[in-house]
């Protein structure tokens, strides 16, 4: 058979068309499958993003509401799931940083205590109101320059500041206020760091506050107020300074040789007293001036304890033949309930480094809880203990309310840190010593002043002690204060209190000034 031209063409179109219609097919199909495959995809991404976001969210409520893995009993009482919503409905974030995906949620105790520490601010601006601003002083307290402004801190004369605020006026309550002629910088550890590091190196006093390490101290000891006394219990007794009136002046006797000639010791003595016992007097002290009854039925409870204690010690010493010696030694420093009522009482615990290596001493407890205070954990004690070699140990006062600590200087910078209450330190600068009217070197109460501040009349007796130059500041829970080598320190416990100082070395910018007033400076 004999094929033309026109066929062959027409054979080898319809050979052709067939693959077209293939190909065709295959790349639709192919079409359809993306189509579902992206489909799937973006489903199972969404699916993957909802799980992201919703169950962390869900699990986070939960939480803050009491459900989830750590639910309370299934009795919980509908006023605290309405005390837990309220407290996260109000909470808000803090500043830009909030936006950072690693923001955690605060729990509800950190809520809490984020507002009972606002609360405290709160009342303490407002019942100690410094009387200078920025335009008195040339510089803001609250902002100060990166260098110490020239005559830093601002002083006064004592007349006008003591006259202002008499040391014996401890009680103040709102509306009532202080006017409190202050000096001194205050600076924030989160954000104003270098400036109080620039102070610290200049050899300046300042007060800084916010840091995490003494806040959290602050809500252990201010905030739970059964912390410290299940630690320090009721067992234990510590060196503990006692004084008929509200005065406490340090002294030093190492036989009578040691005494001048008409001296007289200070009222103040020594005894031992467990914190417990401590505990009830000071707040029987706040109660009573506060007209707190909270106050005074937790002394009383603390008092009753207390009492049933000592009687089955007794009971159980009547029993053994070996305790009459430990009697003996117990009378000398027996007191009878109505004389301690009367009584002032300084309690002291004085930590060291190598007690502290004691697994259960008290010593030990004071370094964990003040890290920022112990000189061998240096990334959180860089800051306050200057020279760690220099150390020497965390000396704690608790102080009642009224308890004046007389005028002095040490020969040591000083980190003074309150963890509870209020105390009003009044400062002035080793240049005003001779204005000071101190004992000299060979008296037992060396480097303090020898007339009570608080008294108008003796100031007559010592006339160039009106024209001395002094400053003040009431120190709060949160508070650290620099004190610099020499510088003079007078301290009035303005309530129950929990102080902790530590010193890390000597300075000499201050030594002609110490030198001129009879002292040496080695």
């Given at each position: ?16 068309k067939?693959?077209i ?12 499958r993306t189509?579902?495959?992206?489909s ?10 909802f799980a992201?976001i919703?169950?962390?969210v ?39 940083k909030t936006?950072d ?9 950190d809520?809490?205590a ?7 601010e709160?009342?303490?601006r407002?019942?100690?109101r ?16 990166y ?7 601002m ?9 202002n ?6 009680i ?8 409190v ?16 590091l620039?102070?610290?190196k ?18 252990r000891?201010e ?5 410290l006394h ?13 004084s008929p ?7 030093r006797?190492?036989?009578?040789k ?14 031992e007293?467990?914190?417990g016992?401590?505990?009830e007097?000071?707040l029987e002290?706040?109660g009573?001036?506060?007209k707190?009854?909270?106050m ?16 089955n ?7 053994d ?27 002291r615990?004085?930590?060291?480094l190598?007690k502290?290596k004691e ?5 030990k ?7 920022f205070?112990d ?7 860089e ?22 600590a007389?005028?002095?200087?040490d ?10 209450g ?6 002035s ?11 000299p ?12 501040w608080?008294n ?5 007796e ?13 120190l709060?829970?949160?508070?650290v204060?620099y004190l610099?080598?020499a510088?003079?320190h007078?301290?009035?416990n ?15 910018e201050?030594?002609?000034?110490i030198e ?7």
């Amino acid at each position: 058979m004999v094929l033309d031209s026109s066929d062959l063409q027409q054979r080898r179109v319809s050979t052709v068309k067939p693959s077209i219609k293939r190909t065709t097919t295959r790349t639709s199909t192919r079409r359809r499958r993306t189509r579902r495959s992206d489909s799937n995809r973006a489903a199972f991404i969404a699916t993957l993003l909802f799980a992201a976001i919703v169950i962390p969210v869900v699990l986070i409520t939960n939480r803050l509401l009491g459900k989830g893995s750590h639910d309370r009993s299934a009795g919980i009482l509908s006023s605290d799931i309405n005390d837990n919503r309220s407290l996260l409905q109000k909470w808000k974030p803090k500043g830009k940083k909030t936006a950072d995906a690693n923001l955690q949620i605060p729990s509800v105790d950190d809520l809490e205590a984020e507002q009972r520490a606002k609360r405290r601010e709160q009342r303490y601006r407002f019942l100690y109101r410094p009387k200078f601003d920025q335009s008195s002083l040339g510089y803001d307290i609250y902002n100060c320059p990166y260098t110490p402004p020239k005559d830093y801190p601002m002083a006064w004369k004592t007349t006008e500041v003591l006259g202002n605020w008499n040391p014996n006026d401890v009680i103040t309550i709102q509306p009532s206020h202080r006017d409190v002629y202050q000096g001194l910088c205050v600076f924030d550890y989160q954000t104003q760091y270098r400036e109080a590091l620039n102070y610290r190196k200049s050899e300046k006093p300042f007060v800084i506050r916010n840091d995490p390490k003494v806040t959290s101290v602050t809500r252990r000891w201010e905030d739970d107020p059964e912390y410290l006394h299940r630690v320090l219990g009721d067992a234990e007794d510590f060196r503990t300074e006692r004084s008929p009136n509200n005065k406490f002046m340090w002294y030093r006797l190492r036989g009578n040789k040691s005494a001048p000639k008409g001296y007289h010791k200070p009222l103040n003595d020594e005894t031992e007293m467990t914190f417990g016992e401590w505990l009830e007097h000071a707040l029987e002290k706040d109660g009573e001036v506060l007209k707190d009854k909270d106050m005074i039925a937790r002394s009383n409870a603390l008092k009753k304890r207390r009492l049933a204690l000592l009687h089955n010690k007794k009971e159980n010493r009547e029993d053994d033949p070996l305790s009459k010696d430990d009697d003996k030694v117990q009378k000398k420093n027996e007191e009878s309930e109505e004389s301690k009522q009367n009584k002032y009482y300084y309690f002291r615990i004085n930590a060291d480094l190598q007690k502290a290596k004691e697994a259960s001493s008290t010593s030990k407890f004071i370094y964990d809880e003040l890290t920022f205070l112990d000189p061998r954990k240096r990334k959180d004690s860089e800051f306050y203990m200057v020279d760690p070699k220099q150390e020497r140990g965390i000396n704690c006062r608790f102080g009642m309310r009224g308890i004046i600590a007389e005028n002095h200087f040490d020969m040591s910078r000083n980190m003074i840190a309150v963890f509870g209450g209020e105390r009003r330190y009044i400062l002035s600068s080793p240049s005003q010593c001779e204005k000071m009217a101190l004992y000299p070197r060979s008296h037992p109460s060396v480097r303090h002043s020898s007339f009570d501040w608080s008294n108008p009349v003796e100031w007559d007796e010592h006339p160039e002690f009106k024209d001395a130059l002094i400053n003040e500041v009431v120190l709060h829970a949160g508070d650290v204060l620099y004190l610099p080598t020499a510088w003079f320190h007078y301290i009035i416990n303005l309530s129950l209190n929990y102080q902790c100082n530590a010193r890390s070395g000597t300075t000499y910018e201050s030594k002609q000034h110490i030198e001129k007033c009879g002292f040496d400076m080695k």
